[in-house]
């Protein structure tokens, strides 16, 4: 029987929504059952064999979704195989050099024992919510800066370490 794969997110504008169903739709193609699911919307993760979660970054934090779904799972967390990623950099750093975990998810990730975390390049498009949001897109700062290939790839590793021997 294929593992389970859940991946979990926070996101606002959909950004990260979008870069969660790329990670299940590659562990799907390597085998295993994922979906992508709103952390926020998670009553239990007991059904899965492995998560991923993920959130937007927002003034150095992780999406609230994200963050509080880490805190109330975190027993069962601690049980699974664990990865965490970002999404926020609205430049192209996050595809030219690796972007540490934000303090708090880096807390999260000992006290998880998470495997892996990465952070990718954010998106923000015009007709964003939040005041911020729009000032950004309007200054002419915003912009799609995730790389989707490299999104693919690591996603493809966690599927070879899941999929089953």
């Given amino acids: 029987m294929p593992t389970s794969v859940l991946v ?3 996101t606002t504008n959909g950004s990260t ?4 169903e ?8 390597e085998g295993l059952t994922a979906e992508a699911l709103p952390a926020g919307a998670l009553r239990s993760v007991t059904e899965y064999d492995a998560v991923v979660v993920g959130g937007g970054l927002y003034a150095g934090h992780w999406h609230k979704d994200a963050r509080r779904f880490v805190r109330r799972h975190g ?3 601690a049980e699974r ?3 965490f990623f970002s999404s926020g950099p609205l430049d192209p750093s996050a595809s030219e050099r690796e972007i540490p975990p934000v303090p708090g998810v880096n807390r999260a990730m000992a006290r998880l024992d998470v495997r892996e975390h990465v952070t ?3 998106c923000l ?3 964003a919510r939040g005041w911020v949001a729009r000032m950004i897109v309007r200054n002419g700062r915003g912009g799609d800066f995730r790389d989707f ?3 693919e790839a690591w996603a493809a590793k966690i599927g070879r370490e899941l999929a089953p021997v």
């Fill in 149 to 151: 290939e490299r999104i």
């Fill in 81 to 83: 195989p664990l990865w």
């Fill in 120 to 122: 990718f390049g954010g």
């Fill in 8 to 10: 979990a997110y926070g």
């Fill in 22 to 29: 790329t990670i299940a739709r590659v562990l799907r193609k």
């Fill in 17 to 20: 929504a979008e870069i969660a």
């Fill in 125 to 127: 498009r015009e007709g």
């Fill in 75 to 77: 027993k069962a967390l």
